[in-house]
């Protein structure tokens, strides 16, 4: 079974790897269950669209605060919240929305006419971020949501992982049943995956 952020179908990974019956299903599936999580770890983020409850974040002074994750859906609920002390005493209020704006494709909140306040733990966000990809949907497509290429390099190293399961030296450790097999991370990647990784992946500080 594909965990529910796996980031491409079976059905879509047996035809970019020509794979025809289904006696590797359980495999294929947990192969992609694996580079999903590579990929996720890689790139230090989440692409599925996930709802994210009272993140609490430090204020930094500045007048703009990014968020964990990103894009930030501009269509599900935002909250932001400050606490009323400086002292860790739980208790928080929300900022009235129209003392800020949230640039939504970067995870960027920007205030108005204030700053973070250099704070530790002042600030309390929920938010839901990612893409509208569910790969328990028939014919769901990370292209459908504008990153087709990162699908195309889930693809490629579900691919490569399959063919050299028995033969890579890039394996580290394996076992047989429940199939698990863990890689060498730089070593999966070609120079043409590295690019697409890259261009998702969290910049440093974020």
């Known amino acids: 079974m594909i965990v529910s952020y796996g980031l491409t179908t079976l059905s879509r990974a047996k035809n970019f790897m020509e794979i025809g019956g289904a006696q590797d299903d359980s495999l294929i599936e947990s192969l992609i269950n694996m580079v999903s999580d590579f990929v996720e770890s890689y790139c230090d983020r989440r692409f599925i669209s996930t709802a994210y409850s009272n993140e609490v974040y430090d204020g930094n002074g500045m007048t703009e605060l990014l968020v964990r994750q990103y894009p930030v859906s501009s269509s599900a609920s935002f909250t932001l919240q400050r606490r009323d002390t400086i002292d860790n ?3 928080f209020t929300t900022i009235d929305s129209e003392d800020y704006f949230v640039k939504y494709n970067e995870g960027i909140i920007a205030y108005v ?3 973070f306040y250099p704070y530790p733990q002042h600030y309390r966000i929920s938010y839901t971020a990612g893409y509208a990809f569910d790969n328990a949907t028939p014919g769901a497509t990370l292209e459908s949501v504008g990153i087709g290429d990162l699908e195309f390099a889930v693809w490629k190293l579900v691919n490569q992982a399959y063919k050299n399961r028995r033969v890579s ?3 580290q450790s394996e076992s047989i049943g429940d199939y ?3 890689f060498r991370k730089q070593a999966m990647m070609d120079e043409e995956l590295k690019a697409i990784l890259d261009k998702y992946r969290r910049p440093p500080g974020m």
Do not use: L, Q, Y
């Open 113 to 115: 006419n204030d700053s």
């Open 169 to 171: 030296a890039n394996v």
């Open 89 to 91: 005493n739980g208790s």
């Open 180 to 182: 698990s097999v863990t």
